[in-house]
């Protein structure tokens, strides 16, 4: 069984970055394929990014290129998610998410999930 | 990107009553749609994958059908639990995209 647990919440003033945490328990992270989906107050789902292992890159949504960091640290078993240059819009609920391949390992869902971490970003 | 669109956003239902919610995508995705529910304040779960196979522990009135561009989730008799929020989430290519959800809440 996999565990994730996230980092506390989070304020930041706007232009500033944020590195949110998840922990792994029950696998190690070089089993597991990570990504991270946002949800803004109110709003629906948002896929951010992710590992592909495929081709063993980090993928990102066009809507976060430039601006997002994801990475890894193998020896605790934590991955990172990195956002800069936060504005208002940022404020979201983070979670990381991990990914489960099936069929010809083309196809995918996402199982298990974080807890979330609330990133506020206010003046 | 592939776009998915839900409908309705919301409905108000009887606990008992038969729910159908639909998700269109802006192309085909053949069989690479999930369904998740989400509870206040808690994270999504998956309900079924591949457009029709239901997760393990899942109730079985919870069922995906469709294919293409149009899918259905039916919930067969609403239950007090199931009043949440669902999305729908496509996932042919590496660049998954969820629908905008359907809040279903009780009449």
């Known amino acids: 069984q996999v565990q994730l647990v996230q980092s506390g919440a989070e304020v930041k003033k706007p232009g500033a970055s944020v590195k949110v945490s998840c922990k792994v328990s029950g696998y190690t992270l070089t089993e597991l394929s990570m990504h991270w989906v946002r949800q803004a107050p109110g709003k629906g789902l948002e896929w951010m990014g992710g590992?592909?292992?495929?081709?063993?890159?980090?993928i990102y949504a066009q809507k976060f290129q430039g601006r997002v960091t994801m990475t890894e640290d193998t020896s605790t078993d934590t991955a990172y998610m990195e956002l800069s240059s936060l504005r208002s819009e940022d404020t979201a609920v983070y979670y990381c998410?991990?990914?489960?391949?099936?069929?010809?390992?083309?196809?995918?869902?996402?199982?298990?999930w974080g807890q979330g971490t609330l990133v506020t970003v206010s003046p | 990107d592939i776009q998915m669109t839900q409908s309705p956003s919301s409905l108000s239902a009887s606990v008992g009553d038969r729910v159908t919610i639909t998700c269109r995508a802006s192309q085909s995705i053949s069989t690479y749609l999930n369904w998740y529910q989400q509870r206040p304040g808690k994270a999504p779960k998956l309900l079924t994958y591949?457009?029709?196979s239901l997760q393990s522990g899942v109730p079985s009135r919870f069922s995906g059908s469709g294919a293409g561009t149009d899918f259905t989730l039916t919930i067969s008799s609403l239950q007090p639990e199931d009043f949440a929020t669902y999305y729908c989430?496509?996932?042919?290519?590496?660049?998954?995209?969820f629908g905008g959800g359907t809040k279903v809440e009780i009449k």
């Open positions: 989430q496509q996932t042919y290519g590496t660049l998954p995209t």
């Open positions: 998410v991990t990914v489960h391949y099936y069929g010809s390992g083309s196809q995918y869902y996402f199982d298990y």
């Open positions: 591949a457009a029709s």
């Open positions: 590992f592909d292992p495929e081709d063993g890159e980090t």
